[in-house]
T-cell receptor, first 115, second 112 residues
């Protein structure tokens, strides 16, 4: 069974640029959530996708957007990058439905640095 | 005030000690309580979760939830240097989507 994978591992961008991060969910999982983890902080919920539809969003501006594909992999897009967007971006997959699933499994993350 | 509060530490203990990690929360809607372990520059790893109040044991780890006090704990017995990591508590509830609300994490170091 393949776990959650993310790409790229590291990324360096400059202010104003756009970035796309990718996540492959664990086999059999149809729900993907994205989190932002700033240095020394806990992960903050960005949004969740269930069966290709956004199904819940945290307190992040519209320049954070996403997609989920028919194979349940997902992308996180961030436009007009700001310095404060520098963080570890995590995705978590779960086998759940549109409700809450306690067993959520995280990928290794993508470390984004904005200069 | 944050929904979930967690002492960031760092907490340093000798090998073999019993470790107690704690979180408090303010949202009474939380029903599920998770503990994750995160090694440096890695993704969080789910250790265990508890639904509602009570205790749950898994090997050297015991999770406790006291909903009346809005207080949760993770105990690690016979701590090992390999337990050195950041421990994150997380919470969620049915009707909140799959959203996890995390504490800031407690950095633990187990010394030889």
């Amino acid at each position: 069974e393949t776990g959650v994978t993310q790409s790229p591992t590291h990324l360096i961008k400059t202010r104003g640029q756009q970035v796309t991060l990718r996540c492959s969910s664990q086999s059999g999982h149809n729900t993907v959530s994205w989190y932002q983890q700033a240095l020394g902080q806990g992960p903050q919920f960005i949004f969740q996708y269930y069966r290709e539809e956004e199904n819940g969003r945290g307190n992040f501006p519209p320049r954070f957007s996403g997609l989920q594909f028919p194979n349940y992999s997902s992308e996180l897009n961030v436009n007009a990058l700001e310095l404060d967007d520098s963080a570890l971006y995590l995705c978590a997959s779960s086998p759940g439905n549109s409700g809450f699933t306690a067993e959520q499994f995280f990928g290794p993350g993508t470390r984004l640095t904005v200069l | 005030q944050k929904e979930v509060e967690q002492d960031p530490g760092p907490l340093s203990v000798p090998e073999g000690a019993i470790v107690s990690l704690n979180c408090t929360y303010s949202n009474s809607a939380f029903q599920y309580f998770m503990w994750y372990r995160q090694y440096s520059r890695k993704g969080p790893e789910l250790l265990m979760y508890t639904y509602s109040s009570g205790n749950k044991e898994d090997g050297r780890f015991t999770a406790q939830v006291d909903k009346s006090s809005k207080y949760i704990s993770l105990f690690i017995r016979d701590s090992q240097p390999s337990d050195s990591a950041t421990y994150l508590c997380a919470m969620g509830f049915t009707g909140g989507g799959n959203k996890l609300t995390f504490g800031t994490g407690t950095q633990l170091k187990v010394e030889l």
